[in-house]
C-alpha cells in the first residue's frame, strides 16, 4: 500500500492550498482517511479526519479553516485550508486506517510572507 501526498508549497498568510493523497495498491475497506501535520520540534498532531460515512473531525485549531473530503472511488483525501498562518507551517502527512495503519511520505506547508 503506498499513499502519495501532494499540493504542499509556499504560500502567503491568509492564501490558500489543497492537499491531496491517493492511496494505491493492495488496499480494501478503508475507514478512516485523514491529515496529520508535525512543525519542527512538536509533537505529530491531527489536523482532520473523514470516515467512510463523510464523518469529520477536526483539530482545535482548524478552527473552520480547513475543510477535509474523500472520494471514495479513487481512495483519495483531500484538505483545502484556507486563511493559512504562519503557525500553520508544518510537514502534513496523510494518513489511512484500512485494517492496518498507513502514513504517506509528507508534504511540507510553508506559511511565510
Known amino acids: 500500500v503506498q499513499l502519495q501526498a501532494s499540493g504542499g508549497g509556499l504560500v502567503q498568510p491568509g492564501g490558500s492550498l489543497r492537499l491531496s493523497c491517493a492511496a494505491s495498491?493492495?488496499?480494501?475497506?478503508?475507514?478512516?482517511m485523514g491529515w496529520y501535520r508535525q512543525a519542527p520540534g512538536k509533537k505529530r498532531e491531527l489536523v482532520a479526519r473523514?470516515?467512510?460515512?463523510?464523518?469529520?473531525t477536526y483539530g482545535n485549531f482548524v478552527k473552520g479553516r480547513f475543510t477535509i473530503s474523500r472520494e471514495n472511488a479513487k481512495n483519495t483525501v483531500y484538505l483545502q485550508m484556507n486563511a493559512l498562518k504562519p503557525d500553520d507551517t508544518a510537514v502534513y502527512y496523510c494518513?489511512?486506517?484500512?485494517?492496518?495503519?498507513?502514513w504517506g511520505q509528507g508534504t511540507l506547508v510553508t506559511v511565510s510572507s
Open positions: 494518513n489511512v486506517l484500512a485494517g492496518s495503519i498507513y
Open positions: 495498491g493492495s488496499i480494501s475497506g478503508i475507514a478512516h
Open positions: 473523514i470516515t467512510r460515512n463523510d464523518s469529520t
